[in-house]
């Protein structure tokens, strides 16, 4: 079974793909870590490779890549990242959502940083993304068509999405 698992920042996608890699007994890969591990390879911030990667559309497309490739040499494997649902074909495309406020409080304890400092680089990073996303792929990214599930996790704690997606597992 294929998985992808989108949301943006602080919507607890990691968070998710680690309680459903655990329940299932597969492994999952995430964007993220690939994006981050990237940032910190050319001794960059995330804020300041997000920048960066704006005028740089190799980046986007070797995450995507190498996503995509994994994705396909597996039998069972959660895919985790923004646009993974749209280069990964997958059994269940699930989308995370989360209030502003919620995002920015999770992202300023996780981060150890001011609520407004994470405020702001999440506008920052969001738009920076979006124009991205547009400009190399002709993705709107505030679309949710090609999702089967969309779930608000600032309704529910980890462990009440992940049965929530169990749940949908044994219907699909």
Known sequence: MIITLGGLAG?????????????????YISAGFV????ASERG??????????????????EIDKRQAELAKSADNLIVEGRLSAYFVEADLKLWLVTPFD?????????????????????????ESEALRYKDIHGIDIKNMDIYDL????GTFDPEKVSEIILTTLKVI
Do not use: C
């Open 11 to 27: 919507t607890g996608t990691t968070t998710t793909a680690e309680l459903l890699s655990e329940k299932l007994d597969i492994p």
């Open 35 to 38: 994006f981050r591990q990237m």
């Open 44 to 61: 960059m911030s995330v804020l300041e490779f997000s920048e960066f990667a704006e005028g740089n559309d190799e980046i986007d497309k």
């Open 102 to 126: 919620v995002r920015s409080q999770r992202i300023a304890e996780r981060e150890s940083k001011s609520i407004d400092l994470a405020r702001e680089e999440i506008i920052t990073r969001e």
């Open 150 to 153: 969309i779930i608000n996790t």
